[in-house]
């Protein structure tokens, strides 16, 4: 539902752009400045088509560069426009886009889950936005003053961040460091192109000093975000090198079309954005058509693919769905049951006993099938939270539990979530098999490389875990084949003075770990 609101609203926003253009061009004849801005807003536009076709998670990351790139397209066209309502417009774009940009480079750098000062940081860029909005009804003195200091405060802000979680932003560089320099060679490239060819324009690189800066990271991003290419509807039925022959056969036709009709190329800008955003509307209705099941196209694509892993997902709650009316009711219509003798003691006994056992097996599955991260938590806050619930599931199990972990850690998709398993699986037989009364847990991640370790003080000896049946104990066996998939090493070894200290050792690949945001 949240994904055909967002697709509706780029929509829109397509089609009035569409209206706006045509108005432009035949009721006021005017030219908006030159031909460039109209190509470079209209390539800006087709971008959102494709980025929100391909958007099948529904990241609100995606969906928020898709906004900026709007916003961004409505400020180029509106540049070199004069009357007061249209500078009250494009004044009011300059805070807008700044918390945007802003906003969107901090959560993509950390996908969208929870880092130190995050919450600060949220408030401090909306008030000062909201600031410099009102300051447009009160005076331009006023305006200029309040988005200054949004400006600077912003950016002060952002910087800090950044700085303070320096090993992400170093991550992220080092991995995509190829992706970032092309895209900053192209876009400084078509900035030349562009200053050359509107030289003659009033004004024309006057409202760049905003824009530039920006177009510079959401482009540089925007080469990460869609890496996974081919996963928008339409390539369930047309492969590259058809759509290639087809967008190129009705540009074609267009061209032609609006040649014999006597028109120029602002009217053929008018006719190619209409036929992207006719494009889009079908892209919109085939991904419905899909998600819903009333497609039998048979060709494998990537969108298709990405779909089956979502409808296993939708598996893997039916399948959780099925525990809680198979397992948990039955338990449920016993006390039920009971709650006609709940005045004897000894029944009081037994529903506080069931309920117990409920409360924790219903914990246990719920971790197994769908482990909970919020994204609004620090990793390390995420993991305590674990370590916490492991313990209140064996309570008659007295086991102090040590964390250390970094508040500036990050795991990126999809190692936050395996790490999370591993930890789980770890801890819990320290508290099913350990005698002793005391576990340490340590996670760390320096450069590119995570290592977790979970020892205990314990009697059991590392041979006991080398040699055991893994047809019986599952457990270890599952840990070393994940780790091993992942191209990591796991090493078990004695705890001194006792006990077993298993630690492992895994890669994180940041350059696989965005595909994320696609598929």
């Not at 300059?94 to 901090?106: G, N």
């Not at 952002?158 to 876009?187: D, G, N």
Request: hydrophobic share 45%; aromatic share 10%; proline share 2%.
């Amino acid at each position: 539902m949240k994904d055909m609101v967002s697709k509706s609203l780029f929509l829109t926003n397509y089609l009035l752009i569409i209206f706006y253009i045509s108005w432009n061009i035949n009721e006021k004849q005017t030219t908006i400045g030159s031909g460039v801005p109209l190509l470079i807003s209209s390539l800006m536009l087709i971008d959102v088509t494709y980025i929100s076709s391909c958007n099948i998670r529904e990241s609100k990351v995606m969906n928020l560069f898709c906004g900026l790139l709007a916003l961004d397209s409505w400020y180029l066209l509106l540049s070199f426009e004069e009357g007061q309502a249209t500078q009250v417009i494009l004044t009011a774009l300059h805070p807008i886009i700044c918390y945007l940009s802003i906003k969107f480079i901090l959560m993509f750098l950390f996908q969208g889950s929870g880092y130190k000062f995050r919450k600060a940081t949220n408030l401090m860029l909306f008030v000062t936005c909201i600031s410099s909005l009102v300051g447009i009804a009160i005076s331009g003195r006023a305006f200029a003053c309040l988005y200054g200091i949004q400006f600077l405060a912003g950016w002060l802000s952002f910087f800090f961040v950044l700085t303070y979680h320096r090993k992400r932003v170093a991550f992220v560089l080092k991995s995509e460091w190829k992706c970032i320099l092309f895209s900053v060679i192209v876009i400084t490239t078509f900035f030349i192109a562009y200053y050359i060819a509107t030289i003659n324009v009033k004004n024309h690189i006057a409202n760049f000093g905003i824009y530039l800066p920006m177009l510079l990271s959401l482009m540089s991003i925007h080469g990460i975000v869609i890496k996974e290419h081919g996963s928008y509807p339409l390539s369930t039925v047309f492969n590259k090198r058809q759509t290639a022959l087809i967008l190129s056969l009705s540009l074609l036709a267009l061209r032609l079309m609006v040649a014999l009709t006597g028109g120029g190329d602002k009217e053929l800008f008018v006719v190619v954005n209409a036929l992207f955003s006719f494009i889009y509307i079908c892209n919109i209705i085939l991904g419905v058509s899909l998600k819903q099941g009333e497609s039998r196209i048979i060709k494998e694509s990537k969108y298709k693919f990405s779909l089956r892993q979502l409808q296993q997902e939708e598996l893997l709650k039916t399948e959780f769905s099925n525990f809680l009316h198979d397992d948990v009711l039955q338990d449920l219509l016993s006390i039920k049951n009971m709650m006609t003798k709940a005045h004897r003691p000894d029944i009081q006994d037994i529903i506080i006993e069931t309920l117990d056992n409920l409360n924790t097996h219903i914990r246990e599955q719920m971790q197994d099938y769908h482990p909970v991260i919020l994204k609004n938590l620090t990793v390390k806050e995420n993991y305590q939270n674990l370590i916490e619930a492991i313990s209140q599931s064996f309570p008659q199990r007295k086991i102090v539990v040590s964390f250390d972990c970094s508040d500036t850690l990050f795991l990126v998709e999809p190692y936050n979530v395996l790490i999370y398993r591993l930890l789980k699986e770890l801890l819990t037989n320290v508290f099913k098999h350990s005698e002793g009364n005391r576990a340490w847990v340590m996670l760390t991640q320096e450069n590119g490389i995570i290592e977790l370790c979970v020892s205990d003080d314990g009697n059991a000896a590392p041979d006991s875990l080398l040699v055991i049946d893994k047809s019986k104990h599952k457990g270890i066996a599952s840990i070393t084949e994940q780790v091993n998939n992942m191209g990591g090493s796991i090493t078990i070894s004695d705890n001194s003075p006792h006990g077993i200290c298993i630690q492992i050792t895994l890669p994180m690949k940041g350059d696989v770990s965005y595909q994320y945001f696609v598929s």
